[in-house]
């Protein structure tokens, strides 16, 4: 199972460009086969491979270094808050004026078109936001963020590792260092001291299981993370089974299933934008693309990303072309990401069709190697999330 990265292969001269993750010598000790990645040389999968890695996942325990992407604190000159929010409103569909301390939401940027720049986590934390984007995204967005707020708002790339602890054992592996964090919430946030070193942590993930991120500062991380891989129910994951999780629990990837050509409508992401922010709201638009966006909430878009379950055991790549009949005549669509399924022992797949055909049970045709096979339609995610909701 191969994942697909999203840089092409690099030089001997590239890969020495390629910028290092605070834990990058203890992937190499632990025998991870590196590739690059949005930039970085990381980890695709270590030597027990990407099924195994998978499984661990949903089964146990698995621990990801996803330092690669960018944590920002905006904090208003103001020193309030509600000022730090409603400057980001400006940017973003999402009611953050109304998040509550200590809570964690998604939301994506957008532009003047509807389209997604990049899509974030936004967290509410004493008198500032703390954000974590894409790290194929992480300049351009520093450079949106510091054009649109920079006059109001201070913008803080900070040096800090990233970790994700995620799959059923999780809550009990973090409890050994720290019991609190059984209490929280999905999207809960708490400060924290983990082996004596002061620590974020969120109860999110990008697994479709039940798990944290952990925000750690780049000198301690890798004696943290030494000590969670101590846990006999912890083993490290690759990028490889990241990718085969998250298109499971069928979670979107920048670059590969949204990005400026996709309206958060299209990509079945209006789960996104709260009711506030919609038409009728107390603040209503103010973001960029809200024309489109919003009458795309009520109306409905042209077409719409759906999940796809390919007959056979044969997967689905990315950029496959879709076709509403077998002979491959009408084309109506792409898949953006495909492969496949362990949990489900398939091949499972997202992609784009026209609204028409986007019901569920709906017959496509995929192109592979100039044949049309047959994929059905299916109801996203693939498997049942387990959020502690």
């Not at 920079?150 to 790339?157: A, V, Y």
């Not at 209490?183 to 400060?191: C, E, I, L, N």
Request: net charge negative.
């Amino acid at each position: 199972m191969e994942f697909q990265a999203q840089t092409p292969e690099a030089s001997l001269d590239d890969t020495a460009a390629l910028k290092k993750t605070p834990l990058h010598a203890l992937h190499l000790s632990l025998g991870a086969r590196m590739v690059p990645f949005a930039g970085y040389d990381m980890p695709v999968q270590y030597p027990a491979g990407v099924m195994k890695e998978h499984i661990q996942t949903r089964t146990s325990a698995g621990l990801f270094d996803v330092s690669h992407m960018g944590q920002v604190v905006i904090k208003a000159k103001s020193g309030k808050y509600e000022d730090a929010a409603l400057a980001l409103e400006c940017l973003v569909p999402v009611d953050i004026l109304g998040l509550g301390e200590g809570r964690q939401r998604y939301g994506f940027f957008t532009d003047e078109n509807g389209g997604i720049l990049d899509d974030l986590m936004i967290t509410h934390l004493d008198d500032h936001l703390f954000v974590v984007v894409n790290a194929a995204c992480k300049d351009a967005d520093l450079a949106h963020l510091q054009k649109h707020l920079g006059d109001t708002c201070d913008i803080t790339l900070l040096d800090r590792a990233l970790i994700a602890l995620q799959g059923p054992r999780a809550v009990e592996v973090l409890a050994e260092l720290w019991a609190d964090v059984a209490a929280m919430k999905f999207m809960d946030v708490r400060h924290c001291r983990l082996h004596d070193v002061s620590c974020l942590v969120s109860r999110s993930g990008y697994s479709g299981e039940d798990g944290f991120e952990i925000s750690i500062p780049a000198d301690k991380a890798e004696d943290v993370t030494k000590r969670l891989l101590e846990h006999p129910d912890v083993q490290p994951i690759g990028l490889g089974a990241r990718d085969s999780l998250r298109l499971e629990a069928g979670l979107c990837l920048y670059g590969n299933d949204i990005d400026t050509t996709t309206t958060p409508v299209e990509a079945a992401l209006e789960w996104g934008i709260q009711k506030v922010r919609k038409t009728g709201g107390a603040r209503a638009g103010g973001f960029p693309g809200a024309d489109r966006i919003l009458a795309e909430l009520e109306r409905g878009a042209a077409r719409r990303r759906v999940g796809l379950r390919p007959e056979g055991k044969a997967p689905v790549r990315g950029h496959s072309k879709l076709f509403a009949d077998p002979d491959g005549k009408t084309e109506i669509g792409e898949v953006t990401s495909g492969g496949f399924g362990p949990t489900v022992d398939g091949p499972v797949a997202m992609g784009y069709v026209p609204v028409g055909q986007a019901g569920v049970g709906t017959q496509v045709y995929a192109e592979v190697r100039g044949k049309f096979l047959p994929v059905t339609v299916s109801t996203l995610p693939f498997i049942t999330p387990t959020y502690k909701r």
